[in-house]
């Protein structure tokens, strides 16, 4: 069975910096690509991040320079490192890997980022 499992979400201040870690089992994650979407409230899901298997990065064009996804081969777990954080940034952040049998991707449950002062 395949899981997902998102932490690392919380609130943080403009300027401030969070991890979020994805914790992956039950595949190989290094074997696919894997990505970070988010949804805003009233906003559609939007891809923010993708890593794939032979570790081309890709980021939605408001996070250049401020977001990295990375992941830890040995912790089967993908990472998103985000600095310089905006109140814009405010979203349920997904972790997402590849499609199942059914052609259904695989989701984690989503964790919390909120950017305030």
């Known amino acids: 069975q395949v899981q997902l499992v998102e932490s690392g979400g919380g609130l943080v201040q403009p300027g401030g910096s969070l991890t979020l870690s994805c914790a992956v089992s039950?595949?190989?994650?290094?074997?696919?690509?894997m990505a970070w979407w988010r949804q805003a409230p009233g906003k559609q899901r939007e891809k923010v991040a993708v890593?794939?298997?032979?570790?081309?990065?890709d980021y939605e064009e408001s996070v250049k320079g401020r977001f990295t996804i990375s992941r830890d081969n040995a912790k089967n777990t993908l990472y998103l490192q985000m600095n310089n954080m905006k109140p814009e940034d405010t979203a349920v952040y997904y972790c997402?890997?590849?499609?199942?049998?059914?052609?259904?991707?695989?989701w984690g449950q989503g964790t919390q980022v909120t950017v305030s002062s």
């Open positions: 997402k890997g590849p499609s199942s049998g059914s052609g259904v991707p695989y």
């Open positions: 039950g595949i190989n994650s290094s074997l696919y690509t």
């Open positions: 890593l794939t298997n032979t570790d081309t990065t």
